[in-house]
C-alpha cells in the first residue's frame, strides 16, 4: 500500500473503513463492535489502526478488544479477530501493533514497564486465551479512571504538584494559582517546610480527591486522527 493512501485511510471514520475492508458477510458485526467502542477514543484509535492497516491484508473483522495490563494511561490492548489476537500498545495518542498475541511480549523495556519481569511472567500472567482478559470499556471509563498526569485512581488524593488536582479555595490548577502564598502568607515558597506547612493547610481545607471529570477532555475522534505506529522489530 502507498503511503500517502494509508494516510489518508488513517484519516476516514472506522465505519468507513469497515466498509471498505470487511467481508461483506461480516459487516453488520463488525459495525456492532465499532459502535459498542465508539465512545472510547483508546478502542477508537485502535479499531482505527487495525482496520486502516490490517496485518498481511488477512480481512478479518474484530470481535472484541481486551486490556492485557495498564500504567498510568497507558495500555497493553488486544485486539481480537475470529482467528486470531494482536498485541497492540496504547500510548500518548497512538496504537502501536507490537506482535500477535500468541507470540507473547517479547521487548523487554515494554514488559518491564508494564512490570512484567519476563516474557514467561507476561504469558503467565495472561494467559493463551486472550478470550478471558477483561474487555475495554465501551465508553472509555477504563481509561478515564485513571489521573492523566500522577497516575493515581478515582477517589485517590494526586500526588502533591500534579496539575489536574483543582485548588480547594479557588477551584483553579492548584499548581498555578496564588493560594498557596497567600495561605502561607508569604511572596515565595522558599524551602520544604514552608511546603509541609502548606500540605496541612491544604489536608485541614480538604483536598479534592481525583475524579474523572477532572482529567482534561479528549481530543474530538476524527478531528485530528494521531499517527499509527507500526510493528517494532
Ligand atoms: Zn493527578
Ligand atoms: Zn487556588
Redesign the pocket.
Known amino acids: 500500500m502507498m503511503t500517502g493512501l494509508k494516510d489518508e485511510l488513517h484519516r476516514l471514520d472506522v465505519s468507513v473503513l469497515i466498509e471498505y475492508s470487511v467481508h461483506e458477510a461480516d459487516k453488520s458485526r463488525a459495525l456492532a463492535v465499532y459502535e459498542r467502542f465508539r465512545n472510547n477514543p483508546a478502542a477508537l484509535r485502535l479499531l482505527r489502526c487495525y482496520y486502516a492497516d490490517l496485518p498481511e491484508a488477512r480481512e478479518e473483522m474484530v470481535v472484541d478488544l481486551k486490556v492485557a495490563a495498564e500504567k498510568q494511561g497507558s495500555m497493553l490492548a488486544v485486539l481480537q479477530t475470529p482467528e486470531r489476537a494482536y498485541l497492540y500498545l496504547l500510548a500518548d495518542d497512538q496504537a502501536v501493533f507490537l506482535q500477535e498475541y500468541a507470540e507473547g511480549l517479547t521487548d523487554a523495556s515494554i514488559l518491564s514497564y508494564f512490570e512484567f519481569s519476563s516474557a514467561d511472567d507476561f504469558r503467565k500472567k495472561t494467559g493463551r486465551d486472550p478470550a478471558r482478559l477483561p474487555s475495554l470499556a465501551g465508553d472509555g471509563s477504563d481509561a478515564a479512571a485513571t489521573?492523566v498526569?500522577?497516575g493515581?485512581k478515582a477517589g485517590e488524593f494526586?500526588?502533591l504538584g500534579?496539575p489536574?488536582?483543582p485548588c480547594p479555595w479557588c477551584e483553579s490548577q492548584l499548581s498555578r494559582c496564588n493560594c498557596r502564598f497567600e495561605q502561607l502568607g508569604v511572596a515565595s515558597i522558599e524551602d520544604d517546610h514552608q511546603l509541609d506547612r502548606f500540605e496541612e493547610l491544604l489536608e485541614a481545607k480538604g483536598r479534592f480527591p481525583?475524579s474523572t471529570e477532572q482529567n482534561p477532555s479528549y481530543p474530538v475522534a476524527g478531528d485530528d486522527p494521531p499517527p499509527c505506529g507500526t510493528e517494532k522489530k
Do not use: L
Open positions: 489521573c498526569a500522577c493515581v494526586h500526588v500534579c489536574v488536582e481525583f
